[in-house]
């Protein structure tokens, strides 16, 4: 019995924690990260002023919880994508639009990723930098480097070039209309891009 109340406990606490974490999203977006307030974030999230703290010790700790927490999810989200085609050029194609995917459904949590990564907080941005590696990976080992090897690519600097084209993807999907719609085509984006890179075929 006291297993299942420690395990009760513990779900409890998790849905408690994600609650706050979705709140301060939205708080973050909507208001930016200085002029959210944090009692406010607990209020909206359904609880009372102060609650957030048993789960985060300062506004920061919260933005840095919930930076880490989006990252988790995205970068899963496109990567289990990537890897359920083969060709790298199938794999640029997919990484984008389950990218763009991703940003719709979450739009607030994206915008938060975005605000910070061109904000002026630096401990905030190299926080952003570390967490989302593994994304950077996906780009460069999964797709760039054997598009480059077997000649589907032109042969560049494989790290400028994943750079580039994850700055590209956060800077084009975010902005959005009031219904959450980006407002670039993502096929265009993907296109273009696509394009950029491939290796000219020889006449």
Do not use: C
């Amino acid at each position: 019995m006291p297993r299942h109340k420690t395990s009760d406990s513990a779900k409890v606490a998790s849905q408690t924690r994600q609650k706050m974490l979705d709140s301060a999203a939205e708080a973050f977006a909507r208001q930016g990260y200085n002029a959210a307030n944090i009692n406010r974030i607990s209020q909206a999230a359904g609880f009372a002023k102060g609650t957030v703290y048993n789960y985060f010790p300062s506004k920061e700790a919260l933005l840095l919880a919930l930076i880490e927490s989006v990252a988790t999810d995205h970068i899963a989200f496109i990567a289990t994508a990537v890897k359920e085609v083969n060709t790298p050029q199938e794999r640029l194609l997919r990484f984008f639009s389950a990218g763009f995917d991703y940003v719709e459904v979450h739009p607030y949590p994206m915008q938060v990723i975005v605000h910070t990564l061109y904000g002026a907080n630096e401990a905030h941005k190299a926080h952003l930098a570390q967490v989302y590696q593994p994304l950077f990976g996906v780009m460069m080992h999964d797709i760039l480097e054997p598009g480059m090897a077997d000649g589907t690519f032109r042969q560049m600097d494989v790290g400028h070039t994943a750079t580039f084209l994850l700055t590209t993807y956060l800077g084009v999907s975010i902005p959005q209309d009031e219904e959450g719609r980006i407002f670039f085509d993502p096929q265009m984006i993907t296109s273009l891009l696509l394009h950029g890179i491939e290796k000219e075929k020889a006449a």
